[in-house]
T-cell receptor, first 109, second 115 residues
Framework: GQNIDQPTEMTATEGAIVQINCTYQ??????LFWYQQHAGEAPTFLSY??LDGLEEKGRFSSFLSRSKGYSYLLLKELQMKDSASYLCAVMDSNYQLIWGAGTKLIIKP | DTAVSQTPKYLVTQMGNDKSIKCEQNLGHDTMYWYKQDSKKFLKIMFSYNNKELIINETVPNRFSPKSPDKAHLNLHINSLELGDSAVYFCASSHIREPNTGELFFGEGSRLTVL
């Protein structure tokens, strides 16, 4: 079966760095996505990785290792507004998105 | 201009009723989706549809049906509503073929409450 695993909840301090991990097992691979979802709002796109390595975009970076079926989202200089759920999703060989259950990130002052 | 818009944003109705949620995208995307997000916040794909192919998640009851009058619209019809249908329903769209990444653009969601 297809499976995406990520921690249910994480807590971090304002100004710090946090890494959210995602492991996956899917039928084929056409890229991995990270989305951010604030409570009561729609998910919004953060990043896309299809090749191994690190993609940096401002305070957010995303890493992929296809051989290990592993990705992480790195958030630096955390701000209170970063409190949200972070969803990992993998596009399989049929171009279908397989979603993780999301990681709820709580930022404390 | 809203890229993906869905209406209504809130819908409260009685068990057994039939209701529809509308979705429109002005991004020129070739594929549209309906997702259900329940109280546990897990996004579950219900349907994906382009002008050639409808892919249905086999776990979706046949009380749910997508209707697409054209490639910019994908409406969701729900018959004989049940308590367990209460959730937030998200419409989304994307280009799924290369060179696009397949990034999804979501509507704001429609919160359905069945009493």
């Amino acid at each position: 079966g297809q499976n995406i695993d990520q921690p249910t909840e994480m807590t971090a301090t304002e100004g710090a760095i946090v890494q959210i991990n995602c492991t996956y097992q899917t039928s084929g691979f056409n890229g991995l996505f990270w989305y951010q979802q604030h409570a009561g709002e729609a998910p919004t796109f953060l990043s896309y990785n299809v090749l191994d390595g690190l993609e940096e975009k401002g305070r957010f970076s995303s890493f992929l290792s296809r051989s290990k079926g592993y990705s992480y989202l790195l958030l630096k200089e955390l701000q209170m507004k970063d409190s949200a759920s972070y969803l990992c999703a993998v596009m399989d060989s049929n171009y279908q998105l397989i979603w993780g259950a999301g990681t709820k990130l709580i930022i404390k002052p | 201009d809203t890229a993906v818009s869905q209406t209504p944003k809130y819908l409260v109705t009685q068990m057994g009723n039939d209701k529809s949620i509308k979705c429109e995208q002005n991004l020129g995307h070739d594929t549209m989706y309906w997702y259900k997000q329940d109280s546990k916040k897990f996004l579950k794909i219900m349907f994906s549809y382009n002008n050639k192919e409808l892919i249905i998640n086999e776990t979706v009851p046949n009380r749910f049906s997508p209707k697409s009058p054209d490639k910019a619209h994908l409406n969701l019809h729900i018959n004989s509503l049940e308590l367990g249908d209460s959730a937030v329903y998200f419409c989304a769209s994307s280009h799924i073929r290369e060179p696009n990444t397949g990034e999804l653009f979501f509507g704001e969601g429609s919160r359905l409450t069945v009493l």
